[in-house]
């Protein structure tokens, strides 16, 4: 690996990198087959990923026909790798035994450990049979879209192709290692003006936020359309403010500390609902909804925006808010939803939807025609990564642990090959440029060259 990250310090061109020795193995993070039982009868709170995450030396795979192998320099926590680590909703190792019917190829997926990790950035190591485009050498990122195309459902969307999948989530060889394998339509430009642990960190957040809020798949936003925001100051959240400020819209943040609303207000935003601090609370008890707090959360929003609804609601937490996020949306209006974070089984009033024409969008990641989209305006220093900490690679278990209890800003970085924060920008006048600009969207704790340590 010294090869590696030596030829990423000092910027090898293509025959450098072609020219490096595979390692016979690496590290990664991973959870394993055998373990898998091992929470069983705890409450989802109480299932510590730092029990069940291993970092261990896994066999290197060798690319297929249009696929690459990818010297990781850093990756990121994305909360698809918290519910692996707990076995939530149920054990990956499913998803993968089901890959592995497929082909021999697919085969290789199904493992008795699986290595995690849905973002990535890195450098092309080596590329298998009949890639065009990338080369050994080539500074990437990559998004987690994993799909071969072979189904005719899937080219005029991907993301409806069947046999689509999530790269360290539904498949192996994810990002939180030292390598990684992929495919080649799963890889874009990385932002020159970026380090390699910002630049990891946009890639399936900021992809999926996009597809949410502005694709024709999603809710289609337009300039001058109010969009509530839960999460605002979250991974996926942070990334969808700025989709709608860049847009015209107007975000209304919803997040859970005064330190969460001043880095919604360092990104524009300037109207921020602080729901731990108002007290709202939508259910009266596990099974009854309380009605008067989606009426009192209505009527907050529209105190601060001069009597408007929302025309779009951006919904991630799921049985919590959902009631409400129905509730609240205009007549005519949009819920976006992906994830659900505090549960899946949703509750709403349906009466809300239908006699006021509401739609119902159901959003997961995006293709790589978004995806190219969404990095092309980080590229442009449109949008900016929201990272407020870094892991070292044997921290990463940590990193998922803090994902897991909200306890983060924004995104939560994991260095893999890099040695330190704040290498990798390639193009330091870009940099310069937007500098100030830049700093605006940081969030305040994370700055190059700092990195976690606990």
Request: overall charge neutral.
């Amino acid at each position: 690996m010294r090869a590696i990250i030596e030829a990423a310090r000092h910027g090898a061109g293509s025959a450098e990198w072609a020219a490096i020795p595979v390692p016979e193995t690496y590290r990664a993070v991973t959870v394993r087959r055998d373990e898998t039982t091992m929470f069983e009868g705890m409450l989802s709170r109480d299932k510590d990923p730092r029990r069940s995450l291993h970092l261990q030396q896994v066999p290197t795979p060798q690319p297929g026909p249009g696929e690459a192998l990818i010297a990781v320099l850093a990756s990121s926590v994305n909360y698809n790798t918290v519910w692996s680590a707990i076995f939530e909703p149920v054990p990956t190792f499913e998803f993968l035994a089901r890959y592995g019917r497929l082909s021999a190829e697919a085969k290789r997926h199904d493992l008795p450990y699986h290595i995690l990790g849905s973002d990535l950035s890195g450098v092309v190591l080596r590329v298998g049979p009949g890639s065009r485009r990338w080369a050994p050498g080539d500074l990437v990122v990559a998004h987690c879209l994993s799909v071969d195309l072979e189904d005719p459902a899937g080219h005029d969307d991907s993301m409806l192709d069947p046999q689509q999948r999530i790269w360290g989530y539904d498949t192996n060889f994810g990002g939180l290692a030292e390598l990684a394998l992929v495919r080649t339509n799963q890889l874009m430009p990385k932002p020159g003006h970026l380090t390699w642990e910002e630049a990891a960190t946009p890639g399936l957040v900021n992809s999926t936020a996009y597809r949410q809020l502005v694709s024709r798949n999603g809710a289609n936003m337009k300039q001058g359309d109010t969009v509530l925001i839960w999460g605002a100051c979250g991974g996926l959240g942070s990334y969808a403010v700025q989709l709608a400020l860049n847009g015209g819209a107007t975000p209304v943040c919803v997040v859970s500390s005064p330190e969460k609303a001043a880095v919604c207000h360092a990104l524009g935003a300037e109207l921020v609902i602080d729901r731990a601090a108002e007290g709202y609370d939508f259910w009266s008890d596990p099974q009854t909804p309380n009605r008067k707090e989606w009426r009192r959360f209505g009527a907050r929003i529209r105190e601060l925006t001069g009597g408007r609804d929302c025309d779009i609601v951006f919904e991630h937490p799921g049985r919590e808010t959902f009631a409400a996020s129905v509730y609240v949306a205009a007549r005519g209006g949009t819920i976006v939803t992906c994830a659900s974070t505090s549960g899946y089984d949703h509750y709403f009033d349906n009466r809300h939807l239908w006699t006021q024409l509401k739609r119902i969008v159901g959003s997961h990641f995006a293709n790589y025609h978004e995806a190219w989209r969404a990095n092309e305006l980080v590229r442009q220093g449109r949008v900016y990564p929201t990272l407020s900490t870094t892991y070292p690679l044997a921290q990463a278990p940590t990193a998922v642990r803090q994902v897991q209890r909200n306890q983060h800003l924004g995104k939560v970085g994991v260095l893999c090959l890099a040695p330190a924060t704040g290498l990798g920008i390639t193009e330091p006048a870009l940099r310069a440029r937007y500098a100030d600009h830049y700093d605006r969207f940081r969030v305040p704790a994370n700055r190059p060259g700092t990195l976690a340590t606990t």
